[in-house]
């Protein structure tokens, strides 16, 4: 028995052999690309069921003032739509880096990104500037429910962005060290998305708590 498992082990070693098996290509059998797309679409999916809870939220508790100020006397729009305009650059920004990195320029990839990012900090600096004038009013999260659910929309996606630059300016490092490669491509495209999807929920902040804010 001893001698037949001997035997075939012995062949299958040759035939690995014969056929040039190299472990490195066995792994990559077991993880293919798309898994790694598919599995950041599920981690926005459930990102996506985060954000709906706190709009649902906002929406039952966003006219429980308790004796406090409004949306009306808060909100200072203009300031509002110029943090909107950053954000919205910064994605077409972002979408010139990707078309960049298409056509292997490495550098016009850096730099595209580079500015997605300084777009990504004058919004979170906008809006830091907008809570820290609110505090100061005495609007802070605990003055009313409204406020609550203000600050934790609001604050979600803010942390939400901060994520998005600090692994913005780790794949740059990435980029600049390695280049283009297969796996800093589809890096970059998950980024992408994310990206892409605070966008759209920013316009949805920005229409329901801002614009219809303001209304009577």
Not at 58 to 87: C, H, I, K, Q, W
Request: proline share 3%; charged share 10%; aromatic share 14%.
């Amino acid at each position: 028995m001893s001698e037949m498992t001997a035997t075939f082990a012995h062949a299958t070693s040759d035939a690995v052999q014969a056929e040039g098996f190299d472990s490195r290509w066995h792994v990559r059998d077991h993880h293919p690309e798309n898994g790694t797309l598919l599995g950041f679409w599920l981690y926005l999916m459930s990102d996506c069921l985060v954000f709906a809870c706190l709009f649902a939220a906002y929406a039952v508790l966003g006219r429980s003032y308790a004796g406090g100020p409004t949306g009306a006397e808060l909100f200072d729009l203009p300031l509002v739509g110029m943090n909107t305009a950053l954000l919205l650059l910064s994605s077409i920004t972002y979408g010139v880096a990707m078309f960049a990195a298409q056509r292997k320029q490495l550098n016009q990839t850096l730099l595209w990104l580079g500015i997605t990012g300084l777009f990504g900090l004058g919004f979170l600096t906008l809006e830091m500037t907008e809570f820290a004038h609110l505090i100061a009013e005495g609007a802070g999260p605990q003055r009313s429910a409204f406020l609550t659910a203000f600050f934790s929309l609001v604050g979600t996606h803010g942390l939400h962005v901060l994520f998005g630059i600090v692994w913005l300016v780790t794949l740059m490092f990435q980029l600049k060290k390695h280049g283009l490669r297969p796996e800093n491509n589809r890096r970059l495209m998950c980024l992408s998305m994310f990206w892409h999807f605070l966008d759209v929920v920013w316009v949805g902040v920005f229409t329901f708590v801002y614009l219809m804010g303001v209304l009577p």
